[in-house]
T-cell receptor, first 115, second 113 residues
Framework: GAGVSQSPSNKVTEKGKDVELRCDPISGHTALYWYRQSLGQGLEFLIYFQGNSAPDKSGLPSDRFSAERTGGSVSTLTIQRTQQEDSAVYLC?????????????FGPGTRLTVT | KQEVTQIPAALSVPEGENLVLNCSFTDSAIYNLQWFRQDPGKGLTSLLLIQSSQREQTSGRLNASLDKSSGRSTLYIAASQPGDSATYLCAVNFSNSGYALNFGKGTSLLVTP
């Protein structure tokens, strides 16, 4: 079947604008994760969903970042009042069950550039 | 702080050589360890997943080992090919950090013809 998909693939926005990034997980995967990959920072965890609930939001860098998941499927990561330091590649992953025992499969990412 | 370290940061080898990429982590209490490949401008491709109870996993020319007690994993690539050129990332799911993967900064591999 299809893998994890993300849209848009690239997003350029002006500082101060809000952006929404979308993730479609692999069908049947109940766990969904958002990560961010920045130059010099490597890959860092942002948030994890099990179904529509987010038991772990510990990685969200500020209250400008939020995420939701509806219908146990599609997730949206929203960044309000974007700053230049938000520029990064945002990666979404899904796994069959969020028990720590299952592989995470990653999407191609959304490259966000804040000018 | 739980950390994942990969050595070397970059590696260049001629085609046909066998090579080893190293990953170390600071806490032996883990759920699993995953090796990924990332091509420039692309997402991550999962290569191998090793559960905490396992010692190694193999897929084709790839073999990954896990030694929890010493906090180390190695990725062995046999008979390297130019198509293996990519960044290889090690990621650890620590038991007390929920389900988040903690990534190393990667090893950039170049296999020359």
């Amino acid at each position: 079947g299809a893998g994890v998909s993300q849209s848009p693939s690239n997003k350029v926005t002006e500082k101060g604008k809000d952006v929404e990034l979308r993730c479609d997980p692999i069908s049947g995967h109940t766990a969904l994760y958002w990560y961010r990959q920045s130059l010099g920072q490597g890959l860092e965890f942002l948030i994890y969903f099990q179904g529509n609930s987010a038991p772990d939001k510990s990685g969200l860098p500020s209250d400008r970042f939020s995420a939701e998941r509806t219908g146990g499927s599609v997730s949206t990561l929203t960044i309000q009042r974007t700053q230049q330091e938000d520029s990064a590649v945002y990666l979404c992953a899904s796994s069959l069950v969020g028990t720590g025992s299952y592989e995470q499969y990653f999407g191609p990412g959304t490259r966000l550039t804040v000018t | 702080k739980q950390e994942v370290t990969q050595i070397p940061a970059a590696l260049s080898v001629p085609e046909g050589e066998n090579l080893v990429l190293n990953c170390s982590f600071t806490d032996s209490a883990i759920y699993n360890l995953q090796w990924f490949r990332q091509d420039p401008g692309k997402g991550l491709t999962s290569l191998l997943l090793i559960q905490s109870s396992q010692r190694e996993q193999t897929s084709g020319r790839l073999n990954a080992s896990l030694d929890k007690s010493s906090g180390r994993s190695t990725l062995y690539i046999a008979a390297s090919q130019p198509g293996d050129s990519a960044t290889y990332l090690c990621a650890v799911n620590f038991s007390n950090s929920g389900y988040a993967l903690n990534f190393g900064k990667g090893t950039s591999l170049l296999v020359t013809p």
